[in-house]
């Protein structure tokens, strides 16, 4: 008997519906061949679907997502949609609503992708950053005071409670030691400025260790771990952060692993359900030319698959993706990789066989 998934696809904007269909096509190919049984349902949301007709994410749609074994996410964004409005109703309302909690971002170098990292190799950039998805600056807490007068104030507050703040820092102490590497798990804050917010981090961070004897702590502040992401990538094992530090530092590791093309995340609830996406964005630039990337959202995929439990199938696609790489692209970035999206999608499903 194959084991059966439901997966929620939302294509999205601009690029995203070329990347996932690359990703859906090399699923599909998989399925076949380590007999599982796939069924995809498309939900059609984003920007283009606003601008149609005004809608956004019903309860009723998020509801259907939320019953989804998992979730499969191309780009939400529209060069025509006035920023803010997509990202707060859509993904950020995704990422809150279904309490997809922990925001998972690896950040490894493959063999044979440029790091514009000098004297750096794949040996050297290989860790995880567990970010907090469910509050802290994305909370959406603050106001303004006088707006638009000389007198204006803006407040934007950092919601951060301890049980968001420990269930994040219990994951990642699982994680790390499930991960099996070198067991470390650093947490990144700013506790000499930040001293309510970081200080509870810090206490949960020191707290929880006492269940985790094998894994090494320690503590950067997030300014300097972003020059020693750049300096000392391979001291990093499992970082865990907030939301917004989180945000930020994963573009830093995006673009040492090779940048946009092969970067993916999952937003997970451990006890619900999770989305997979590229952390790309929506490329509007490229969309319907057929130079974008798909790897990030294969990687995804790949995401999806060991997440769904799919062992076998997570690692006969990371090694596809990894023989793609390594001896077929001639780069990562779109419109140079050497071949077109649909011809790399194509690529990654011959390596599979
Ligand atoms: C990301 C993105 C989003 C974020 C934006 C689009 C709201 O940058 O997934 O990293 O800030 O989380
Ligand atoms: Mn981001």
Known sequence: MSDKYSIGVIPGDGTGPEVVAEGVKVLESLA???SLDLQFEEFDIGGERYLRDGSLVSNSVLKELQ??????????????VRPGILEREILLKLRFELDLYINLRPVVLFPGVDTPLKDKGPGDIDFVVVRENSEGMYAGGGGFF??????????????NTRKGVERCIRYA?????KRGGKKQLTLC???NVLIYESDLWYRVFQELHDAYPDITINYQHVDALCMWMIK???QFDVIVTSNLFGDIITDIGAIIQGGLGIAAGANINPEGTAMFEPIGGSAPKYAGLGQINPLAAIVAAQMMLDYLGEEEAAARLLGA???VVKEKLTSLDAGKMGYSTNEV???VVSCLA
């Open 32 to 34: 076949r061949s380590c």
């Open 67 to 80: 019953s989804k074994d998992a979730i499969y996410l191309g780009a939400i964004g529209h060069p025509d």
């Open 146 to 159: 006088k707006k638009g007068t000389p007198d204006e104030i803006a407040i934007q507050e950092s919601v």
């Open 173 to 177: 102490y699982e994680y790390c030691r």
């Open 189 to 191: 804050g700013k506790n």
């Open 232 to 234: 000392n990538p391979e």
């Open 321 to 323: 993706i990894r023989d």
């Open 345 to 347: 999608g194509n690529l």
